[in-house]
């Protein structure tokens, strides 16, 4: 399987801030890429899938962007409920996550 | 709604066995392909093993630290999806996931797009 890269590990911001995850894939994966958000204790959702399409459901300051070897998933204006770790995923393998904190 | 609901999670000896199940509703689950995905304490999720549906061969497929100790299988008739977890070691200690693929299908063939439900996760602790 391949190994995602997940950048940042751990990103502070604001409410109201917006903010960027990037993932990267060793070889080109189209467009098949998901990103899910997981909050303590809780199990992980599905926000973006194929790189760019919003899951039901998903408010719509998420957005997902990117084909080939390079995405990114973007906050447009940080919420209180926004604060989780996300990953990025490609077939069986994730990202290493991103902790999105309050700065 | 879809649910998915693990049970069989507990406290193992290294070394020993647990069975994991997982009951599916509100989805057409004979036609699902089925994985686990774990969370160690702190840490990432990984994908664990998946089994198609039986119409695309009940085809099964591991990551490779489960290779040879673990097994996944599935009863259609009762929507359930099982983990059989042998030889047993401390890093196996994690929160197991029950998780459905989202397929895409041509005419000929499916593939796994990415997971859409998830179950709310059993907690497997290894350790003397």
């Known amino acids: 399987d391949i190994q995602m890269t997940q950048s940042p590990s751990t990103l502070s911001a604001s409410v109201g801030d917006r903010v960027t995850i990037t993932c990267r894939a060793p070889h080109n994966i189209d467009r098949w890429l998901a990103w899910y958000q997981q909050k303590p204790g809780k199990a992980p959702k599905v926000l973006i899938y194929k790189a760019s399409r919003l899951e039901n459901g998903v408010p719509s300051r998420f957005s997902g962007f990117g084909s080939g070897t390079e995405f990114t998933l973007t906050i447009s204006s940080l919420q209180p409920d926004d604060f989780a770790t996300y990953y990025c995923q490609q077939n069986n393998s994730f990202g290493q996550g991103t902790k999105v904190e309050i700065k | 709604e879809v649910q998915l609901v693990e049970s069989g999670g507990g406290l193992v000896k290294p070394g020993g066995s647990l069975r994991l199940s997982c009951g599916g509703s509100?989805?057409?689950?004979?036609?699902?392909?089925m994985n686990w995905v774990r969370q160690a304490p702190g840490k990432g999720l990984e994908w664990v093993a998946r089994?198609?549906?039986?119409?695309?061969?009940?085809?099964?497929d591991y990551a490779a630290p489960v290779k040879g100790r673990f097994s996944i299988s599935r009863d259609d008739s009762k929507t359930t999806l099982y983990l059989q977890m042998d030889s047993l070691k401390t890093e196996d200690t994690a929160v197991y996931y029950c998780?459905?693929?989202?397929?895409?299908?041509?005419?000929?063939?499916?593939?796994?797009?990415?997971?859409?439900?998830w179950g709310q996760g059993t907690l497997v602790t290894v350790s003397s």
């Open positions: 998780v459905s693929d989202r397929l895409y299908c041509s005419e000929t063939t499916c593939s796994a797009g990415h997971f859409d439900h």
């Open positions: 509100g989805l057409t689950f004979v036609n699902a392909w």
């Open positions: 089994i198609k549906r039986n119409t695309d061969g009940g085809t099964t």
